[in-house]
């Protein structure tokens, strides 16, 4: 049995993933047609939902595929992400509020912020693999949590930031269904980075150290400084995401970095399908608008129903709903070929 790396020159065309390979072995129009549908999708959204609604499920959709790149291509479960999703989140607001830039440049600081506090934990953390690496990962959340509990002065405690603006060189952006239009392009230009990265080279040693670690190491390849690199970036999505969490809310309290944030994006992640990216696209859009309808409704007990989806997902769609149907559809062309 072959690991998927096999030489350095072979690390750049392996298979791809999974989830993907539906989609990157289909014709070219049918890949243009679907990127054309997920750009109508996005454009339609706030005209079929609530605005607010569809800001979020933009930020949660970052968010997810940051958490993605790491748990389906990298191989790293991470229960820490809302360590990088809340301190963009603050640093965003603090900058906002006290510097007066335009929000993209406030939520660009809050991305570098959380890729900056992703290379000490990166760094201890990817020497541990599987539930140790989780729990590093989980630790370091806590740890931010308790700093952005404790230090008041900045982060207002309990009370949290308000009144964070969405300052865009004097356009009025206080309605959600402008400013949806106004982060798109920055939402659209996170997924795309995160496309990109999955379908380098890098992302292709990537899937071959989530596969075959010690085979990737015999070849010469630096698999911490792989992972390393990979936790980084993952980090810097995930920021951007909350930076404009923050921006959208317009308040930052401590749930942004509270553990079940990261808990929740797993879930997401599991519920659209590990390793397939657009699978955190589709599981952000599900779980944000049941989350709102049950919330509209009047059912409190939101956790129980969420989780309870999860479960069956687990069970019955092991893939996840993303990676179901890619399988059904590759059945369906080996079918015709046949």
Not at 73 to 96: C, Q
Not at 277 to 296: K, M, N, P, T
Request: net charge positive; aromatic share 14%; hydrophobic share 55%.
């Amino acid at each position: 049995m072959t690991s998927a790396v096999d030489t350095p020159a072979d690390a750049a065309r392996p298979v791809p993933p999974s989830g993907l390979v539906a989609v990157a072995r289909a014709p070219g129009w049918v890949r243009y047609a679907l990127l054309a549908a997920g750009l109508l999708v996005a454009f339609w959204l706030p005209n079929g939902l609530y605005p607010a609604v569809a800001v979020d499920i933009l930020c949660w959709a970052l968010f997810a595929v940051s958490v993605d790149l790491l748990l389906g291509f990298t191989g790293l479960m991470s229960f820490g992400h809302a360590a990088f999703w809340g301190t963009s989140a603050y640093v965003t607001g603090l900058v906002a509020i006290h510097a007066g830039l335009p929000f993209p440049a406030a939520v660009l600081a809050g991305a570098l912020a959380a890729a900056l506090l992703a290379v000490p934990i990166g760094y201890l953390a990817v020497k541990r693999t599987g539930i140790y690496f989780a729990m590093v990962t989980l630790a370091f959340a806590q740890l931010v949590y308790y700093v952005a509990n404790e230090w008041r002065s900045v982060t207002r405690g309990e009370n949290g930031l308000q009144g964070v603006p969405r300052e865009f060189f004097g356009l009025d952006l206080t309605d959600d269904y402008y400013f949806y239009y106004a982060i798109l392009p920055i939402v659209l230009l996170g997924l795309a980075a995160a496309w990109r990265i999955v379908h380098s080279p890098f992302g292709r040693v990537l899937v071959g150290i989530r596969d075959n670690p010690a085979r990737a190491r015999a070849l010469g390849y630096p698999v911490h400084r792989y992972k390393l690199t990979a936790f980084v970036l993952s980090g810097f999505i995930a920021g951007l995401g909350g930076g404009l969490f923050a921006v959208s809310h317009r308040f930052v309290s401590l749930d942004v970095l509270h553990w079940t944030t990261s808990g929740k994006a797993v879930i997401v992640v599991v519920l659209g399908g590990i390793g397939t990216l657009w699978g955190g696209v589709l599981g952000a859009a599900i779980v944000v608008r049941l989350e709102d309808w049950l919330s509209f409704s009047g059912f409190e007990a939101i956790g129980l129903v969420t989780g309870g989806i999860f479960v069956l997902v687990v069970l019955l769609f092991r893939r996840g709903i993303w990676g179901t149907v890619a399988a059904l559809a590759r059945r369906w062309r080996a079918a015709r070929r046949g």
